[in-house]
């Protein structure tokens, strides 16, 4: 049985990852952890287990194997650097992460003996979209990525969006140049890759690579109409991360093994 401390238990992934993991066989929610506990609004806890308000009063509490965190980009940081310090494994699915603090997590995570997995997506679709993506750009020069999704998604662009582009220029033998332009319309310039971001009421998570040659046009796209299709991905990593040798970033890293 592994026990799972599912942080950001109020938002809309942290609380299905609770109820998904509360009624796996294998694994069983330790603690829930977010700031509305501490307030007295919001929901009600999504499972029957501890509800603590910040990180530091779940580890003092529970025992937890594993780590979920599903907070906001401004918390993530401080939250796995907690729970890695504490020994716990850490399955971060909040986006917000820096090359520095991701940096930071993993040294930490090296210092405690505890292990890191990161997943910009969990997503089955996602993932296979930026191995196809990143296959293409030995084919092509120009590439631009378009990430869709719901309103109130806090950052953009998408991690999914900005580990796609940089998978894109990093692939052995990669020829994406990119286009010239400086207009503020023209998106972000992630390494000569355009991303632009849409956040509109009714998408969920969606993401388009175009890739233009000489006279065609390549699309790839994958969409998320619900939350559910993370949860396979998320149970993976929870089942996963204390068997890594190291700290691993990416869900490719755990599949067809």
Known sequence: MIDVLVIGALGKMGALTARTVAAQEDLRVAGLVDPKFGSGEGPPPPVDAPAFADVGAALAAVRAEVAVEFSLPASVY??????????????????????????????????????????????????LLMEFARQAARHY????????????????????????????VEAEGSRIAGLPGEAPSRGLDVDGVRVHSVRLPGLVAHQEVLIGGDNELLTLRHDSYSRASFMPGVLLAIRRVATLKDSVVGLENLLGE
Request: no cysteine; aromatic share 2%; net charge negative.
């Open 141 to 168: 020069e120009h590439a631009e990525v378009v990430e869709l999704h719901e309103a109130g998604k806090k950052d953009a662009p998408s991690g999914t969006a900005l580990r796609t582009a940089r998978l894109m």
């Open 78 to 127: 401080e939250n796995s650097l907690a729970t890695l310090a504490a020994g716990v494994h850490t399955v971060v699915g909040a986006t917000g992460l820096g090359d520095e603090q991701l940096a930071g997590l993993r040294e930490q995570a090296a210092a405690s003996g505890a292990r890191l997995f990161v997943a910009p997506n969990f997503a089955l679709g996602a993932v």
